[in-house]
């Protein structure tokens, strides 16, 4: 090798990663030549922090959630905050919940955090809103409105019907494929505090919105659903710059529907394979989603995650990071007018996935 | 000596155009572009022990990776010239054929690249550049016949990447499985390893899952996974400190620093392992497998020669990658790593077969 392909192997060995494999999804938010305007943030979800017994904990998780920190911890330049996707706990016991503020806690910088059905269905939040405030709200920043929804409701008569304890409630809710299980909702009462909310915010103002499950219907058996999922999106309608960054699936997941993109964020806990890998019932994976491959069983962190987001003039790339893998990059095609994964967008260039297991 | 030694490695070196493969390796593979001749490989042998190409002309390629040690020098980090020391371990030239990258942190994609750095490095040959080594070459009338023969060029056209590839040749053919190990588990023979070093095995299949990372494949070990890993080790240097130190890296890096010589002469720097590469978050602290094979004779161990016995390296793993119970674990640590509660008695066994890995070729090498 000579003098100039070794300097080239530094030079794509550096550039290839250091826009690929962050921890967590770190937004960049860019309006124009307004520097001031610019800023960045971090995503970090789904680290299902699981109780063993008394402070013994699942070593896995909890090295997944220690590692986000850590390596968000490294950014330079400091993002401006860290969003938390929600499911911080497996079963939401305040030990598990604790626990994992506890690792959260060594980040630099503000956090805001995000409910999910993990954290909320033993005690219906009550635990984790006492810890860290309501699970819905909204503020401002350098010009972009943030949203935070808890959409991971579900019908008022099954959340209070007579159970016997919390714990079975959590239980019905954290199975897949369950047949007693309930789809997941924003809930009439929240959108209308978000109508209300919205309604005070320029249609030319970015609007990016926070939600544990996707703000779209893509597969009911495992609640990779919200079942008032348009009724939210006619809400966000109105405004040029609708980006939905979402947890739950852990996995990458790319749509546009009208002016809203969605993408959704890898756990630091484990990969869920594509629902239709699985399909039992209709799925409607967004089209636009290029699926990763099956993770690796040898090797613990393989497709968990964490991404790296650049935000132009309101509009949302990914870098999703593999670790000890190579980059991904969905980038939003202005002519296009939706994400399109950069590398693996024609068929000819993706690996393709494995179908059957 | 030299002659002697280029002797047995050009009859290594058919044999390895031959295709007669050690037992438990898989055969060599040979990049297109420099191919094995005889002759490039007893040039390669012979520039392989040149000390001349260093600054005080006592630093050879051998000097830290000597055939009488199993091409390590034993020491926990490298002595260069005028003794001076580096970060890090030198890794057995043993196999490194099969390596896909090479260097602890793999910032070199071949043994080609690998053995450029070296001779230029401040704490290795201490030469300002190629040119002193290079004049050397071209001066010499055997390497001037010699690399007439290999490569068919004059001596004013001899470059850097002729002595390499040369280097390379030659290190292709230092190759050694056959172990108890190969014999036991490849060629079913039931009596090549003993009690301890079966249960051994055992256990590194199993309950103490170091194959994970050291693979021992369905027809050939190579006790690598090619991969980088934190593990724990060396992170005491740089706790509490990550976010400075790779700051500063990447501020230096971006200034033009060398990677290569960053990483050998600043000690912090050096624990940042494969992310002073790539740049990669996830990588900090990650340092390349290293082959298992032969690894009785290549102590101390890790890549900062921090644990003196096999011994030690099992407590350490034992431990969960760290070498007291009430050290600190590094935020980075790969989630492989965790307590693996073996007994004493188990981690015994464990170093016995390590022991197993010993091929009978390092006689050979040792002896000429």
Known sequence: MNNYSRRKFLKTGGALLAASSLPISMVEMAFGKDSEQNFTFAYISDSHITQIEGNKFVRNWD????????????????????????????LGKPEEIDHGLEILSALRGDVHYVMGEHDYYVDLGEYWQKQLGPDHYS???KGVHFVVLNSILTHEEWMHKKWDSGMDRMKQMARLDNPNGQPFMVGDKQRSWLKADLDKVSKDTPVVVFSHSPLQKIYKGWNFWTDDAEQVQALLKPFDKVTVLYGHVHQIQTNQIGNISFHAAMATAWPWPYPSTYTQQESYLPKLTVDMNRADPFFERDATGWQFINLHSGNVDVHYTLPDNEARVVAFDEKLGHPVDTKYQAMADRTSPQKHY | MIRKLSLACVLAGASVMANSTPLGLPPVPIPENNPQTPEKIQL????????????????????????????????????????????????????????????????????????????????????????????????????????????????????????ARAIASFERTVIAGDSPFDSYYFAGEKDAMTPAQIRGLELFVGKARCVSCHRIEQTQALFTDNRFHNIGVGFKTIQGKEQQTAAAFIKSKREGADVDITVLTRKSMSELGRFAVTENVTEVGAFKTPTLRNIEKTAPYMHDGSLETLKDVVNFYDKGGREKNEDPLSGFL???????????????????????????????????
């Open chain 2, 44 to 163: 390669g042998d012979k520039l392989f022990h040149d000390t001349r190409f260093s600054a005080d002309g006592k630093v050879s390629c051998a000097t830290c990776h000597s055939q009488d040690k199993a091409f390590t020098d034993n020491l926990p980090v490298s002595k260069g010239f005028n003794n001076l020391t580096g970060t890090r371990n030198a890794p057995t030239v043993l196999n490194s054929a099969y390596m896909k990258t090479l260097f602890w942190d793999g910032r070199e994609p071949d043994l080609e690249g690998q053995s450029k750095q070296p001779p230029v490095n401040p704490v290795e040959g201490g030469l300002p550049n190629h040119t002193p080594l290079l004049e050397v070459i071209r001066k010499d009338p055997e390497y001037i016949s010699t690399f007439k023969t290999v490569f068919g060029v004059g001596a004013d056209k001899i470059t850097m990447d002729h002595v």
């Open chain 2, 334 to 368: 790969s989630g492989g790593i965790r307590p693996l509660d073996l007994r004493s008695g188990e981690k015994q066994d464990l170093v016995e077969f390590m022991k197993a890995l010993t091929s009978p070729q390092l006689e050979q090498f040792t002896q000429r």
């Open chain 1, 139 to 141: 503020f401002n920043h």
């Open chain 1, 63 to 90: 090295r997944g959630l220690i590692r986000a920190v850590a390596e968000a911890n490294l950014l330079d330049p400091r993002p401006d905050f860290v969003f938390y996707g929600g499911d911080i706990a497996q």
